[in-house]
């Protein structure tokens, strides 16, 4: 299904910033980013059990995880001016919304990128966060080809 029809507007003046800083694709994004996290984390969790128990969790990613992902990933030029870690954290949601909505990702491609970067300590928040910051820094040097240069 095409989803053309939402980008119009937006596909009329294309640039790193009109992506990045806007409210609606980084709120359809915040649900793409805690699904795919949710699920990642989920898979990684699972396949690390010793007692083999099924995990589910239904994690959000916090603001400092994706804030710190942006800048990794040297992307912040596509946040407003003077930002902060909220801005940038809606910065990255709105990223991959529009990655997912141009049908260059699905859902299960996100997924999968997060999984493969999830290896270590899921378990202890610490670890977690700096692993997620790893992970999502992966998905954004990932999506990277598919925003435009300007």
């Known amino acids: 299904m095409s989803y053309d029809f939402l980008l119009k507007d937006l596909n009329n003046n294309l640039t790193q910033k009109s992506i990045g800083t806007d409210k609606g694709l980084a709120k359809i994004g915040d649900s793409i980013v805690n699904l795919t996290y949710s699920v990642a984390k989920s898979i990684v969790l699972t396949r690390n059990s010793k007692t083999n128990k099924i995990n589910r969790t239904g994690m959000k990613v916090s603001k400092t995880i994706l804030a710190n992902a942006l800048k990794k990933a040297d992307m ?8 902060d870690a909220h801005d940038l954290a809606d910065t990255v949601e709105a990223l991959i919304a529009y990655i997912w909505f141009i049908e260059k990702m699905t ?12 290896k270590e300590n899921l378990i ?13 820094t992966n998905l954004l040097i990932h ?8």
Do not use: C, G, H, Q
């Open 76 to 83: 912040k030029k596509f946040s407003k001016s003077r930002a």
């Open 107 to 118: 859902i299960e491609d996100i997924i999968n990128i997060l999984v493969d970067s999830l």
């Open 124 to 136: 202890v928040r610490s670890e977690e966060i700096k692993n997620a910051t790893v992970a999502f």
């Open 143 to 150: 999506i990277k080809k598919y925003l435009p240069e300007n």
